[in-house]
């Protein structure tokens, strides 16, 4: 037995948490050394932790929180939902009433053609459920060999070993032997880091045709599907050329490619759009969802279908042989169930699309003027800002890549607002709910954290390219 200190104070939680917490994406013994910071309640566009700082929430906690923190009407239809019915499955034969409206609800505001809804608890597995469904169904329609996917280098799907494996992360790919086989990952359509000299434009179509250049070379009679974010999100908000996602559909029809659309951040509103995919103006096979459905307050996610591909997977199927205990937990769905209706009560796509949305943006973007930015940029409420010691020149620090992003990081957080750095960036994607008095608070500190960034830059003499 280890003696913690007894009362509930910081210093408490952190010792347990040191003691027995092993936490997703992070370094434990560096980590426990420096203490971890306890979050302790949230309101609204707010979180507080235990120390008693009042933090905005510029990140929705992990790109979840929609409508905001602390709406009691979702946390009272899940409490309402688990008093009736607290846990059955569906797989034998069952379903129970939330879970069939919540496949209705979302069929609804789908793309068109869009109407049959897989459960699962969380984007990852949302992700794994792709790579199955493809493969079978190519495999049902007499094209076993159709199993190879394309994926974007630097994306990200998750962190199971099919998730991680579709996802370009080298850094995950590193750990645990993969990537699974069968998948070939091409250039993403990032035009501040390898645009070079070329146009946004014309480095959109360079980057579509490095997916038809993989299709062509792997087959394709041998490629079932091209997966991709709308906007990359955990890979640092990059937000595609427009000619991109247009070139990649054309070729992905041209070639018989199914096109599945990750939209575990994008989906549910953060484009301003439902989906992410009508923002881009691409029509998918599959979209995967989590994060927002439920804005959090319980985990859930699935794969929506298209009926192109439904009317084969349905009719030559036979049975799937997948599925998870937790698919369509009654919890989740009533979670998810409130949300997407307080999310229509309230207009908050609407609001994203032409009130909060475009207010934030001239804000942020404005940002883009700083000498430390080398651009700025936002959709909806999902945005970036590329930190650079050379703007003309988009040039990286000669410090190690991610040393000025973390640097940054922390001077945000002790000024009370929370942006996430992905490499030398800054990321942001704050709730729907944000009010412009909000907006305004978030970007002065989003300036002021930049000239304090800037000026310790300055004083240690790193405002050097590399
Ligand atoms: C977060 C995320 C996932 C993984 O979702 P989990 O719920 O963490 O498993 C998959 N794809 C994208 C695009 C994501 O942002």
């Given at each position: 037995?280890?003696?913690?200190?007894?009362?509930?104070?910081?210093?408490?939680?952190?010792?347990?948490?040191?003691?027995?917490?092993?936490?997703?994406?992070?370094?434990?013994?560096?980590?426990?050394?420096?203490?971890?910071?306890?979050?302790?309640?949230?309101?609204?566009?707010?979180?507080?932790?235990?120390?008693?700082?009042?933090?905005?929430?510029?990140?929705?906690?992990?790109?979840?929180?929609?409508v905001?923190?602390?709406?009691?009407?979702?946390?009272?239809?899940?409490?309402?939902?688990?008093?009736k019915?607290?846990?059955?499955?569906?797989?034998?034969?069952?379903?129970?009433?939330?879970?069939?409206?919540?496949?209705?609800?979302?069929?609804?505001?789908a793309?068109?053609?869009?109407?049959?809804?897989?459960?699962?608890?969380?984007?990852?597995?949302?992700?794994?459920?792709?790579?199955?469904?493809?493969?079978?169904?190519?495999?049902?329609?007499?094209?076993?060999?159709?199993h190879?996917?394309?994926?974007?280098?630097?994306?990200y799907h998750?962190?199971?070993?099919?998730?991680?494996?579709?996802?370009?992360?080298?850094?995950?790919?590193?750990?645990?032997?993969?990537?699974?086989?069968?998948?070939?990952?091409?250039?993403?359509?990032?035009?501040?880091?390898?645009?070079?000299?070329?146009?946004?434009?014309?480095?959109?179509?360079?980057?579509?045709?490095?997916?038809?250049?993989?299709?062509?070379?792997?087959?394709?009679?041998?490629?079932?599907?091209?997966?991709?974010?709308?906007?990359?999100?955990?890979?640092?908000?990059?937000?595609?050329?427009?000619?991109?996602?247009?070139?990649?559909?054309?070729?992905?029809?041209?070639?018989?490619?199914?096109?599945?659309?990750?939209?575990?951040?994008?989906?549910?509103?953060?484009?301003?759009?439902?989906?992410?995919?009508?923002?881009m103006g691409?029509?998918?096979?599959?979209?995967?969802?989590?994060?927002?459905?439920?804005?959090?307050?319980?985990?859930?996610?699935?794969?929506?279908?298209?009926?192109?591909?439904?009317?084969?997977?349905?009719?030559?199927?036979?049975?799937?042989?997948?599925?998870?205990?937790?698919?369509?937990?009654?919890?989740?769905?009533?979670?998810?169930?409130?949300?997407?209706?307080?999310?229509?009560?309230?207009?908050?796509?609407?609001?994203?699309?032409?009130?909060?949305?475009?207010y934030?943006?001239?804000?942020?973007?404005?940002?883009?003027?700083?000498?430390?930015?080398?651009?700025?940029?936002?959709?909806?409420?999902?945005?970036?800002?590329?930190?650079?010691?050379?703007?003309?020149?988009?040039?990286?620090?000669?410090?190690?890549?991610?040393?000025?992003?973390?640097?940054?990081?922390?001077?945000?957080?002790?000024?009370?607002?929370?942006?996430?750095?992905?490499?030398?960036?800054?990321?942001?994607?704050?709730?729907?709910?944000?009010?412009?008095?909000?907006?305004?608070?978030?970007?002065?500190?989003?300036?002021?954290?930049?000239?304090?960034?800037?000026?310790?830059?300055?004083?240690?003499?790193?405002?050097?390219?590399a």
């Open positions: 037995m280890t003696s913690a200190p007894v009362s509930n104070s910081t210093a408490h939680w952190r010792h347990l948490d040191a003691e027995h917490h092993l936490h997703p994406f992070s370094n434990t013994k560096s980590l426990n050394a420096e203490g971890v910071r306890v979050i302790t309640h949230a309101e609204g566009s707010y979180v507080y932790d235990s120390e008693g700082n009042k933090i905005l929430d510029g990140m929705s906690g992990l790109w979840c929180s929609q905001g923190h602390g709406r009691h009407e979702i946390v009272d239809a899940i409490s309402d939902q688990l008093k019915l607290d846990y059955y499955n569906t797989f034998f034969k069952t379903t129970h009433p939330a879970a069939t409206e919540l496949a209705a609800a979302i069929a609804e505001v793309p068109k053609g869009m109407k049959r809804v897989f459960f699962t608890s969380g984007g990852s597995e949302a992700v794994d459920t792709v790579i199955r469904m493809v493969r079978h169904y190519w495999a049902s329609m007499g094209k076993p060999e159709k190879i996917f394309i994926a974007r280098r630097n994306a998750g962190s199971t070993v099919g998730g991680a494996s579709l996802g370009g992360m080298k850094p995950m790919h590193a750990q645990g032997g993969l990537p699974i086989p069968g998948i070939i990952h091409v250039q993403q359509p990032y035009w501040w880091a390898e645009g070079g000299d070329m146009t946004p434009e014309e480095f959109g179509l360079h980057a579509a045709r490095e997916v038809a250049r993989a299709i062509d070379e792997a087959g394709p009679e041998n490629v079932g599907a091209f997966i991709g974010e709308p906007i990359q999100g955990a890979g640092g908000v990059i937000i595609p050329p427009s000619t991109y996602w247009p070139e990649v559909q054309k070729i992905c029809r041209e070639r018989n490619v199914l096109i599945v659309s990750d939209e575990v951040i994008c989906g549910f509103g953060r484009t301003g759009e439902w989906f992410g995919c009508q923002y691409v029509e998918p096979d599959l979209i995967t969802f989590a994060k927002g459905v439920t804005s959090g307050y319980f985990p859930l996610g699935g794969v929506i279908m298209g009926e192109r591909m439904a009317e084969g997977f349905i009719e030559h199927g036979g049975e799937f042989n997948h599925g998870y205990t937790y698919s369509g937990h009654p919890g989740g769905c009533a979670a998810a169930l409130a949300n997407l209706r307080l999310m229509q009560r309230e207009n908050l796509i609407g609001r994203v699309k032409s009130d909060i949305g475009p934030l943006q001239e804000r942020w973007l404005k940002l883009g003027d700083h000498p430390l930015v080398g651009e700025a940029r936002m959709i909806g409420l999902i945005g970036a800002l590329e930190l650079t010691p050379d703007k003309a020149k988009r040039a990286k620090f000669a410090q190690e890549e991610g040393t000025v992003g973390l640097l940054c990081r922390d001077f945000s957080f002790r000024e009370g607002l929370v942006m996430r750095a992905v490499r030398d960036s800054m990321i942001l994607a704050p709730p729907f709910t944000l009010s412009k008095q909000e907006a305004d608070e978030l970007a002065d500190t989003a300036l002021r954290v930049l000239d304090l960034t800037y000026a310790e830059l300055k004083a240690r003499d790193w405002l050097k390219s």
